[in-house]
Each structure stands twice: as C-alpha cells, then as structure tokens.
C-alpha cells in the first residue's frame, strides 16, 4: 500500500487543480437553465475517471441528468466496492453573499472556498483519486465500481429507477460513500445514521386576485395571515410537531446511545457560533446534537405572498405560499409523513380559502450496523489516517439513496464523511479543506486495502 | 353653464385621447427606476394644464417628485377650489396576470384598462378637462387651483412640508378630490368617512447566515416558524386585532351611521363575487360594509424568506420579513398605532431571534361635516348628473393627504369620486369606465357652478 499513498502524495497539486476545473462547470440540478452545464460536468468527470485508469466507463442516461459510471475488474474473488457520489450541486444563491463567484473556486485559509467543495464534487472526487493512485502503482486489492449521480440535490427522482434497471451490472459487497461530515476537526466519525426527508409547498389561495387593502381590507380573509397560523399552529409549546401522528413510527433513541451522544467531545458554544445563533432551540428533553441528528423535526424552508418589492404597497394578496420539510427518522417513511401532512393541511385550511399541497421529494432515514467488516474497515483506515479512533455518529442531513442502495441492490453504506459543519454546504462561501481531501484520498486509498483483508478474514 | 356642458360634450372623444397619452407614461413613484418617467407624467400635465387655458402653471420641485400646479383667478369675491390628485401610479406587477401592457391603454367593454386609469389619472384628469370646458366658454363661477402630486402611492411623503411653505399661495376654501368609488354602478355618493394607514416591515434576524435545514434542524429556531407565530397571534379568535391598545382611540360607529349602513343598497353576493372570495371574514359584530369602511383592520401585505424559487431547496433561512398595515379610523393617529406596533412586535421577539422594524409610512383617516355648503354642492351636482340623490358613505381606503390639508391648509375636503370596487386598483387590469370619465367632468362643471351658488347663499 505504500506505492498508491506515495503516488497520491506526489500528485497531490495536480488533484486540487483538477477537482478546480471540475467545480468551475455550475451543474445545478434544480434549476433546467443549467441543463447543459449539468451534462458538461458529467462528461468532464468520465474523462477524469478514463484518465485515472479505469476500465469501463460510461455516461449512462436516465429520464434526468446521467449518471456517470466507472468500473474496474481485478478478480472474481476480490469483493467489490461500489463508490458513490454526486457531480451535482445546490443553487448558489444569494449570490450577494459570497465573497467569490461560486464557481471560481478560490484557496482561502487552507480550504476550498466553490460552490459544490464539500458537497460532493470534492469528496467524491478522493475517491476517484484513490482509484488512480492504485491504479497507477498496482493492482487494486478490491474490484471498483462508481455511480457518480446528477440529481443528488433534486432528490435523486431517476437514481431509483436506475439502479432497478442495472441491478445485476451494479451488484457490490458494499456501498462507500463520502457526503458526510468528521466530527469536529482532526476528529474522524463513522456516519451509522442518517435523517430521511419528507418536502413539500402548500399555496393558500383566498381572493381569486389580488385586492386593494384599502377597499377590503376587514371584509376578507387574508391568506398570509391565515398561513401564517396554520404554520405558526405545527408546533406545540414543547417545540414537538403537532401533526397526528408525525412520531408514531419513530425509533426511539437508546440508553446507550443517548449516552455515546453524552460522551462525543461536543462544544456547544462553538457550535452556536458556527451557526451564528445566540440561543439554541430543541424539542424539549434532547440536546442539541440529538436534536440535530436523532429527532425528527419540521422547518419552512421558504415562504412567500404579496407584495414583497421596496416600498408599500397596500395589497390584500390572492395567495400565500410555503416550503415545509420535515427530517425524518427510522422508521419514518417520507410517503406516510406527507400524507399526514396533507391531511393536517386540508383539515386546518380555513373555510374562506383553497389549498395546494405539492409532494416535492423524501427519502428515508438509515441506521447501519456498526459491527459489520466495511465499518470497521472505515475504522481502521480513519485511524490510521488520524491516529485516533473514529466516533460512530449519527448525522442530521439525508442521503435518500442510501436506503434506495440497501432495498434494491441489498448494500450496506459506508458513510465516511470529510466534511465539517463550517463548510457552509448550501449557503454562501462554501468550502472544502484542502487537508480534509488529502486526508481523505489516503483514507479510501486505505480502505480499500482493510476492506479486501476484513472480508478475507471473515 | 350649458356653454362649458356643450363643450365637454363636443370634445369627449378628444378628453379620452388625451387620457391615453397620459396614461402611457409609467409614473410609478415608489420604484426609482422610474424616475424620469414619472417627472414626464408631470411635465405632460402641466403642457396640458397650459393647453386648457389655466393661467399660471408650474412643475414645483420637491424633496421627491414634483408637484403640477396650476391656477385661475377669476375674482377675490368669487369662492376658491383646490383641485387635488395624482398623477403617480402603483407598480403594476403581477404582470402576467395582466391582459394587455399596464401602460397601453385599451378600450374594452366600455372601460379604459391600464394602470392609473382610475387610480388616480383618470380621475384626476375629469377636472382638468372641466376646467377647460369652462376657460373655453365662459369665466368660470369659482377661482381654481389645481395640486395634483407625484406621490400619492408612496406615501405622499412630502406633500405635507410642500402645503406648509407654500400655505400662502393655495389659499383656499374648500378642497375638491376625486379618488374614491361610487357606491354602485349609476349610485352616486359622497364619501365623509376615509381610513388611515400604518405600514410598516418587520424583519426576524434568527441565524446569521442560511444553514442547512439537515445539519441544523432541531437545533436552532427558525426565523420564517417563528415570524408565522408573531403573525398568528396578532388576532383573535374574533379576528380582533390583540395589539395592546390598538383601539383605544377609536371613534365607535353612531346608531345613525350603522343605521345608514344597513339602508344602503348593498348587494352582499355581488361584493363577494367582485372580491373573488367565497366567504366573507369580518371583526365579529360587525358587517362586511362597516368592517372595510368603519373599522380598523391588521394585513400583512406581503411576506418573505428563505428559497422561493423552484424545486426543493434544503435551507433553514436566518431572515424572515414581512410588510404588515392597518387601515386605521378616527381619531387612531399613525404614529401612535406603529409605536403600538412596535412596542407589540419587540415584547414578542424569541430569545434566539432580533427584529429590525421599519416605519414605512402612515396617514390619519377623515370624518366630512355633511352639512357644509361644498358636500351640498356636490350633492347637487352629482342629483343633477345621476337623476338621484347621491348617498353619504364612507371609504375603507386612505387618502391621508386629505387630513393634511385640513391640518395645514384648514380646507375641509368634498370626496366626490367615480370609481367603482370592479375598477381594480392595485391589481392587474385596472380600469376605469369612460361613462364614468365623461360623467365626472360634467359633475366637476356643475359642481363649480353649484357651489359659487351654495357660497353666496351662506
């Protein structure tokens, strides 16, 4: 394994200004202005794997962005790997905010700083990395396949469909994927869980246009004010959903878990201010980090109505509009969870006004098993990258496919995350350490070699 | 006076081209953009002030938009009218929902459709093309000076210090406005009653910057859940509105007014068809008339944060905003109501979250003596005009210049509009119906001729 770590070490430059290139092409995934770039950025990727050395790739279409994928046979005996990630990346606004164009990555303080550093291009892209460093040096202990998506920040809406349609091309020991976060600097984390997701947009219409307030403002209904209580209306005093049922199927937390969480090196004021909050807010009786990674909650993500311009103008506005998710835990599903939203929705809309209730995407919870041999192959490769052994945490965000990858081609993830809270992914000035993808380039590097040697042994 | 009548007549269709051309011009005061447009909406009336044969005219400079003044003299014996109105008009967006370009003016179903028509060009201009009815004609009965400003829908935020240093010069003794509606199609009446406005923007700062909705959700408040409760909870459930003191200083409804309210030949399914509304919503106790006319209401008119745009975006937003007015009665006073705003919105802000809180601008609302010699005169006019009595109404909307010029000047105000609810002010495809237009100029002849007559009996 020394000559992949050496090559990986002598190449490390030539890496960043690859991935640069990479992060200049905006592939943004929700927004079909940016189609073409989208697709540009999965050409550009497949090229870099063929450059890398590996055997077989391919752009592969679906009804949505490609999927690129890549693949290396060394032995039938040899487990496989399947590698995933996502090229694609959230809308970069507000564009005010950011101190740099977002896809013109600029070094600053040792990171990154480009829409898409962290999430994922960056992360993915050790991975590709480590495949070439390999690849050029000796043969890989492991057979390497990479599913490198474009909807990943849309949903994954085709990634279901594909791996249906190419289960028996795709088929893996396990699934190893870098979208997470270490737990603090220089302190390495497993991912064992992960929150699901249940999005959706409700329109309350009253008047069918918009009104003078003068004329009749106090005669009719305002569907701002009256969203507003709907909204206001979700959460009771304890800060818990008010929707029926919302936590009837939820995993309760463990005693030994709520102590593992009691035990991490958590800094509460640094997180209050990584989030630049004065005060936190939980469900009442969890902390913080349970709060954020084991409870399921309920946030606007959006909202709009009236007029909204400078100045005043004295409109009574026909509509009001919101963008409500909800993360979710084990055993929540997002299809149960938004038809009780719908149904709390159409039971609480006022008799003066109609309602819109739009299903914008879910995806469920995952909890791994941490005795299993890729975890504690992860566990091995992190240590030695970081010389301390990795927390097994819990993590707040959503990978919806990871529980596409378990029901419908039976793979376990590994979640070996390198990204840090204050990497800003999906706000302004995201970034990336550039240690972090060098230290993760040698942790899949390594991987890959524990992997090979667990599976043998078990 | 049939010499003025005749004339009026005899030029109709010219009036109305000249009303095209004036409404082409986009004089929307509130946006900057617009600024040059808005100074040629002042620099063409006054051409046109000149043209119909007013002796002295000028465009007087303000802090902000200009003021078109024009003047008469016909005798020191002869009564003074103050014509006043604005030739500014709202921004005209949603524009899509718009049938034709705002400011192309179409004729349709007997209505001229475009943004101003009547809000307050249209309106405006009857008196212009009055007065020239009489300068072509014959000396008009009254002396005329017309006030027609370029800030009306901002607030007419310097007309007040404009009325104090030119005092000496709009001396008058009455003021005449044509800016509110008709009680009904072919119903004349007079409006004695008009609402203040208090409008003001809140702002709740909870994060410092966007977070991640799966990172940070369940740990921090959010400052769109938290800016729908503070708007939730500003009515109760009998959608009074619960800002400690807010109607203190209400002047109640009299036996005799809601007396009158109820005589009026209202047609409630009508309203709540041209409202677009399926039910109706009033402070309990009260009817729909006097709840948009005679009672002070809370709206917000518009609202906004986090991601608006399409498709799922995973934000948890660090700002919430939302524009909020009450239309207020007499003897409330704008100031006193948005410090009670205020005061109200600071007591409620979360722990975790800091308001910005913005005046953006208010105005008193006016009770008329129906009694005096210029609302008989009008009257009159609009008896001989309309074959009816007219009613005695009041307003839901503001004008809150007119209590400024009783303030200033010490001029009561005669509200003597053509407007209609069905106009659409405000809103896409406003429009103003031509007979109305030609109605109002024969009602502005006769109420010049009715109220020399009314003066000299006093």
Known sequence: MDAPLQYAKDHADRFVEELKAWLRIPSISTDPTYATQTRSAAEWLADNLRDAGMGDVEVMETDGHPVVYAEHHVSDDAPTVLVYGHYDVQPPDPLELWDNDPFEPVEKDGDLVARG?????GQAFMHVKAAESWLATDQPPVNLKFVIEGEEENGSVHLPGFLEEHKDKLAADVCLVSDTALFAPGVPSIAYGL???AYVEVTLTGPKKDLHSGVYGGGVENPINALAAMIAALHDDDHRVTVEGFYDDVVALSDDEREAYRDLPFDEAAWKDEAGVS???????????????????????GIWGGYTGEGAKTVLPSKASAKISCRLVPNQTPGDITEKLRTHFEAHVPDTMSLTFRDLHGGHGVLVDREAPAMQAASEALEAVFGQTPYFTREGGSIPVVADFKRILGLDTVLMGFGLDSDSIHSPNERFGLDRFHQGIEASVRFMDA????KEAA
């Open 279 to 301: 005060e936190t807010k939980t469900e009442a009786g969890y902390s913080v980090l349970e709060g954020t990674t084991g409870r399921p909650t309920l946030d606007c993500n």
């Open 117 to 121: 550093s962290a999430d994922d291009k």
């Open 195 to 197: 929150r699901g997701l």
């Open 451 to 454: 992997y090979a040697r667990q």
